[in-house]
């Protein structure tokens, strides 16, 4: 019975329409981004200008490259994502692709999303995928690679994937604050009063907790809405309106438009042939005179690959279960786990490099080192906290710095912080302990216990 059904949903043949109708709209979505990105100046915000930049625990190895140098990967993107469209040298476009978003996102954590992530991963495993078997530069060029029928396992991973994000985005949204408070929803859709006609609709409390619960319901139920024929074309009314809305509302970039077109892999091919074909005629494709499959011989490799796949991607969002206290306080585990626009926090920090003989401090400007978006962050996050606590340890060891009017030479400062963080529109709380010498702390993946406990003040 399971080797039946793994059959069905793996291993039947099946039309690569929507396989090619993926790798154009994804190829176009991230073109797009690169391209945007580098127009809006954000390379040299975000990776240039900053003196110091949030690695990665275990990759501190990567680092920006020099000056100017840093548009480079910027531009392999633009033409990696030009020949994904095209189809054209598929694998190396798809790999470099691959390897030149993924590098960028691993320089800084600063720049964390959860979209970001999710490009990452869709890229990765495009890389293993047929997608350019059929309307494609490579098939032009190479014409004995051309199938019109592939194994469903490239198509079910997409959806199970695409399925992952949704409904684990709907698990984060089972927490009190979101279902009972409209947390942080109430907050930023206060902001929206001033609006004509709409303003005072919006600022509505129950406005606020019908989104919550709707956001909730919507995560949780879409993926299955869409894997069947009945509630298909309804769901994607959802999806669509789901979708625009948060971007209207809420400044989130191109990720509501990459939802938006990768959740028509759920449509069957009949859907895809529609546009595919009207393409097809524009470039003059000639048409298979019989159709092609492309068979698979490796079932057992597939079937391993992709169940460690999912394996990873079913139990990385639970990683935070492993630590104590409030996920949200702390936010130990809560990256790459779908947690998406779920809290309102911000933070202060201030830090002091101790001279541990006298205790005599100086207060350190942060702005001196960091960006505005390095600084948002880094204030509530312990693990950056911890990393930029290093980093002025490490400056301003064996200097010379004045403390009040004696000059002292510095062979290992101590370094300590200040640091008080608004959780959900919470009174400021202290976040960790001021009486820690940071420098003596590990960055490792253990819990930290020098954050202070979260108190509910709700």
Known sequence: MIKQWIDKQLFRGVSVTPLVAFRIAFGALVLFSSLRFMWNGWVEELYIQPVFHFSYLGFGWIEPLEGNWMYLPFIVMSLAALGIILGAFYRMSTSLFFLAFTYVELLDKANYLNHYYFVSLMAFILIWMPAHVDFSID????????KTSIPNWPIFLLQLQLGIVYFFAGIAKIHPDWLFEAQPLR???QSYRDLPL???LLASSWVAFFFSWFGCIYDLSIPFFLSFKRTRNWAYFFVISFHVLTWILFPIGVFPWVMICAT????????????IGFLKRIFHWEKLHAPASYI????????????IYAFFQITIPFR????????????EGFRFSWRVMLMEKK????????????????EIDNSKYLSMQQMDQMARQPDMILQYAHFLGNKYSDTTLVFGTKHVHLQRPKVTAKVYVTLNGRPHQQFIDDTVDLMNIQYNLKHRAWIRPFVDSH
């Open 320 to 331: 935070y279960v492993l630590y104590p206290g409030n996920l949200f306080w702390t936010e």
């Open 296 to 307: 698979s011989l490796s079932r057992k490799r597939i079937l391993l690959c992709i169940g």
């Open 187 to 189: 907050m930023w859709l």
């Open 139 to 146: 098939a032009k060029r190479k014409p004995s690679i051309r």
């Open 347 to 362: 933070g202060l920090a201030t830090f002091y490099v101790v001279d541990p003989k006298t205790n005599g401090s100086i």
């Open 264 to 275: 028509l892999i759920f449509f069957p091919a009949t859907f895809h042939d529609r546009w």
């Open 198 to 200: 709409v303003g005072n």
